[in-house]
């Protein structure tokens, strides 16, 4: 393999330097604040500089992985080795009649808000998810009954040997928080969702009312993953974790949320590992308790810190 210097050089082909980190904290770019360092981070501002990283990164045998906003993320202390990509400077959302090209790093918000100005609906769900439009495509992400699959037409992606492709949303097997973006090593750089035309007043009503809901019930002064659980069949994680007094404990500076069960908060400058083992703490406790099995829905990336 080559060395970084070397690596850097074949980098600086494809891309501008300032879209080109090296050891770049990833503390800066999720949204619980922790994370080692990133070999490299990586910005492209074109389809086909993403491509051509893709095939970089196969041709030097590097380890590869994509970031987006990091809002369901954990990246562990250790950090990530090889080329850690970000698709936000990716972040463009168009409109034409009913139907809304956005691209892989807009926010997901945004693309809702996009939705309200041209008086679309079909996106409302989606006006507190965090992450952004490939995030929200790799997990079919979705909120108070809506989810991505409901709007989705189609999709444009990056296979892993650096072929474009625009595939149909049901070549994506989209389920509860769920797609085969990961098996199939997809990048998404953009969505086409197809809306409906609506009234202004009526889908700002609904997305106000659904921002209260979100405002008033999440802990969103504290750096948090968003919810860490999936729903298990026939319970609510949130209240398995508070009916097993779990709220307010937790590892080092991670606390289980007082504010909602459902969240794991970083109050007080915990680690990554910290964070895990709290996520840890409260599966064993719920299994324990309740004889329910609670699934991660927050992704868990990197190296382990101190690791040869």
Not at 134 to 152: Q, R, T
Not at 198 to 219: A, C, F
């Amino acid at each position: 393999m080559l060395n970084n210097q070397s690596i850097h050089h074949k980098l600086s082909e494809i891309l501008l330097q300032e879209n080109i980190l090296v050891d770049e904290p990833l503390n800066n770019h999720t949204y619980t604040k922790l994370g080692g360092q990133a070999d490299f981070f990586v910005t492209p501002t074109t389809y086909e500089a993403v491509q051509q990283v893709v095939k970089l990164a196969n041709e030097l045998e590097l380890p590869f992985t994509l970031l987006g906003n990091g809002s369901n993320l954990i990246v562990k202390d250790g950090g990530v080795r090889g080329i850690v990509l970000s698709l936000k400077k990716l972040d463009q959302i168009t409109t034409e009649g009913n139907e809304m090209i956005a691209q892989s790093g807009a926010r997901i918000i945004d693309a809702s808000r996009k939705a309200l100005d041209e008086e679309l609906t079909g996106l409302e769900f989606a006006c507190g998810i965090p992450g952004t439009v490939g995030g929200a495509l790799f997990m079919n992400a979705g909120a108070y009954g809506g989810e991505i699959k409901d709007a989705l037409k189609e999709a444009v992606v990056v296979d892993r040997q650096g072929n474009l492709l625009t595939l149909p949303a049901d070549a994506f097997d989209l389920q509860y928080r769920h797609s085969n973006i990961p098996e199939k090593g997809y990048i998404v750089l953009e969505a086409l969702f197809e809306l409906k035309p609506g009234n202004y007043q009526n889908i700002k009503d609904v997305m106000d009312d659904l921002t209260y809901k979100r405002e008033s019930k999440q802990p969103l002064e504290y750096p948090s993953c968003g919810s860490v659980f999936k729903r298990p069949p026939g319970y609510f994680a949130g209240k398995l974790i508070q009916d097993s007094g779990l709220q307010g404990k937790g590892v080092g500076g991670a606390e289980v949320s007082t504010k909602h069960a459902g969240f794991i908060v970083n109050k007080n400058n915990a680690t990554a590992t910290e964070y895990i083992k709290s996520i840890e703490m409260v599966q064993k406790t719920v299994k324990e308790k309740f004889g329910v099995d609670l699934e991660r829905e927050v992704r868990i990336i990197g190296e382990d810190p101190n690791k040869d």
